[in-house]
């Protein structure tokens, strides 16, 4: 299994557009010790042909562009993108999307509820069907195992294990629509496995780690796990105002509940942390934060990483 991390960040980047945190502050003027990052997006592919795109950020063209192996090979328009997993209807996982409206045929996976909010509440995402069946939508319930194919039915070589992670959906969802949908079908994990039984699980926004999503971790190979926020009050430290962590579905990393001690016993899989908030410590590499998850065995995740399984 290929797994291609074309983005790394939480909504917004890194830098974010309209911050001047010390994070962002100090990377524009060039004397930050870290790297810039842009929202986070994954691409996992059984055989670097084709490719499952998991999620689809607001930065995917830039990032299909940054990444050869997701650019047209054969037909003056191609691509090697065959599906979309869809774990959530967050804007920084839905709105790339939208690039990939110029008439390409891929299947899009995603919960019922997720459906009604993206065609059927929203007729924006109504562009990827210009041409009737172009795009497959293919919908999941949960928890559900199901092999990938592309939007002829061929499969990709990779299966997929879904399951509730969280009830939250995001705040443009109106409480009137909200009414309709299923809390468990709101924040999906994802396991994918290769046809050589490698497993990779993504978990890009969790709000509590228990002793179900432990026994599903322990049996993979690699972790991509929420690295958002270091501290629950981090936001309100940095700017003065904001949410708590786990009020916005995400557990923090530090603290006695946190994911880094949630997760410190879990042997098997290589861990990273992706999805990282402009404002979290962790990104600046002479912190002591970054030192202290370094130590305990984990990576912080960059984009353009290509990892093998």
């Known amino acids: 299994m290929l797994i291609e991390?074309?983005?790394?960040?939480?909504?917004g980047g890194f830098p974010q557009w309209n911050c001047n945190c010390a994070n962002c502050r100090s990377l524009r003027d060039g004397s930050f010790p870290g790297k810039p990052r842009s929202q986070t997006q994954v691409a996992v592919s059984d055989d670097a042909e084709r490719w499952l795109l998991l999620n689809a950020s607001p930065d995917l063209r830039q990032q299909i562009e940054s990444t050869p192996s997701l650019h047209p090979r054969t037909a003056k328009r191609s691509s090697p993108i065959a599906a979309v997993l869809l774990t959530s209807a967050d804007l920084d996982q839905v709105t790339g999307l939208l690039s990939l409206r110029e008439l390409h045929p891929f299947r899009v996976y995603c919960t019922p509820s997720l459906r009604h909010i993206l065609r059927e509440q929203n007729n924006i995402f109504g562009m990827l069907n210009r041409v009737s069946s172009l795009v497959e939508w293919t919908t999941i319930t949960q928890p559900q195992n199901f092999l990938v194919t592309d939007v002829s039915g061929n499969p990709l070589g990779l299966c997929c294990e879904v399951f509730s992670i969280g009830s939250r959906y995001p705040v443009y969802v109106s409480q009137e629509h909200g009414r309709n949908l299923v809390p468990e079908e709101a924040s999906l994990g994802a396991i994918i496995q290769s046809s050589a039984g490698k497993r990779l699980a993504y978990l890009p926004a969790v709000p509590a780690i228990d002793g179900a999503l432990l026994q599903r971790i322990?049996?993979?190979?690699?972790?991509?796990?929420?690295?958002?926020?270091?501290?629950?009050?981090?936001?309100?430290?940095?700017?003065?105002?904001?949410?708590?962590?786990?009020?916005m579905g995400h557990i923090p990393v530090s603290g006695k509940d946190g994911s880094l001690e949630?997760?410190?016993?879990?042997?098997?899989?290589?861990?990273?942390?992706?999805?990282?908030n402009n404002t979290n410590p962790m990104l600046n590499q002479s912190s002591p934060e970054y030192r202290e998850i370094r130590a305990a065995g984990w990576e912080v995740a960059e984009d353009g990483w290509r990892l093998e399984l």
Do not use: N
């Open 5 to 11: 991390i074309l983005g790394s960040a939480a909504g």
């Open 218 to 247: 322990e049996t993979t190979d690699l972790l991509l796990v929420d690295g958002t926020f270091w501290s629950d009050d981090e936001l309100i430290r940095v700017q003065g105002s904001g949410s708590p962590a786990r009020e």
């Open 262 to 276: 949630k997760l410190r016993r879990v042997q098997r899989p290589r861990k990273i942390f992706i999805h990282l």
